[in-house]
């Protein structure tokens, strides 16, 4: 197994296209099970002011036969930190990405973004029905609801 980051130092990508992600095979194949990632603190740049953009990312996805590895997935997500795309961009090409490379039975993935300009956008993005049996719960992120 090729792993570029696990047990290794290494940098942060400067670009989401820089970024390697790793795949291992699934420890379990065969079995319906979903994996599930969260990042509450994600961050990017907006493409118009430049000013921070936050967001907490949730990524579900069923195995096939890979997995993504858990610390190049932080390194990809963290290389938007300094990268300016809109909210949509950013969420479903996190999305499209992993889907294309790891090639999962299912995925989705929910953008819960902070508010700019007093508006919060959420973005939403799934490769289709979720296996059969598959257990997917709620991904549990409240609406932002201000000082309500």
Not at 72 to 80: E, I, Q, V
Not at 123 to 135: D, K, M, T, V, Y
Request: net charge negative; glycine share 8%; charged share 20%.
């Amino acid at each position: 197994m090729d792993l570029t980051h696990l047990g290794r130092s290494s940098a942060l990508p400067t670009s989401p296209e820089e970024a390697k992600l790793d795949y291992v095979p699934n420890p379990r194949p065969g079995k319906p099970y979903l994996v599930r990632f969260t990042a509450p603190e994600f961050t990017s740049l907006c493409p118009v002011t430049g000013q921070p953009d936050f967001a907490h990312i949730v990524i579900d996805y069923a195995p096939a036969e890979s997995i993504v590895e858990s610390k190049s997935l932080k390194l990809f997500l963290a290389s938007y930190r300094n990268h300016a795309a809109f909210h949509e961009d950013c969420t479903v090409g996190i999305a499209e990405r992993l889907h294309r490379e790891m090639e999962p039975h299912w995925l989705r993935i929910g953008g819960y973004w902070y508010p700019r300009g007093g508006i919060p956008i959420d973005i939403f993005w799934q490769s289709g029905e979720p296996p059969a049996g598959l257990w997917v719960p709620s991904q549990d992120v409240p609406s932002y609801r201000g000082r309500g």
